[in-house]
């Protein structure tokens, strides 16, 4: 682990950077924050029911889509993670962030 927590850790692996302060501004919260990614590691599921179910007393949020299919603006995480018209043409999205993020040094 590159950071001091695992909350961090997962914010930092889904920037496009290496830079810790970087990706905390950029994906932590903030009073402005109107969507959130919840993530919860969990070694069972029913420890992970009750982290969902705790998460709800704490965030006044309804959940997006019911089927977890990715809602995003296309405008921002292509300014987000730099990801060109060329690049575009060659794989979707989703797959260009992937491996942006998984191959960044």
Same mark, same amino acid.
């Given at each position: ?7 961090? @850790? ?10 810790? *302060? &970087? ?8 009073? &402005?924050?109107?969507?959130? /990614?919840? =993530? ?5 599921? @029913? ?21 977890? $299919? ?5 405008? *921002? =995480? ?11 043409? =060659?794989?979707?999205? $989703?797959?260009?962030? /992937? ?7």
């Amino acid at each position: 682990m590159k950071t001091r927590t695992l909350n961090t @850790e997962v914010i930092l692996c889904l920037s496009p950077t290496n830079s810790i *302060s &970087q990706s905390l501004s950029t994906f932590g919260l903030s009073p &402005q924050v109107k969507n959130i /990614v919840a =993530v919860s590691l969990a070694e069972s599921p @029913e420890q992970l029911d009750s982290m969902v179910e705790e998460l709800k007393t704490k965030v006044q949020a309804e959940k997006a889509d019911e089927n977890n $299919e990715f809602q995003y603006c296309k405008t *921002s =995480v292509c300014k987000v993670y730099s990801v060109t018209e060329g690049e575009l043409s =060659v794989d979707t999205l $989703e797959n260009t962030v /992937v491996t942006k993020i998984a191959t960044k040094v």
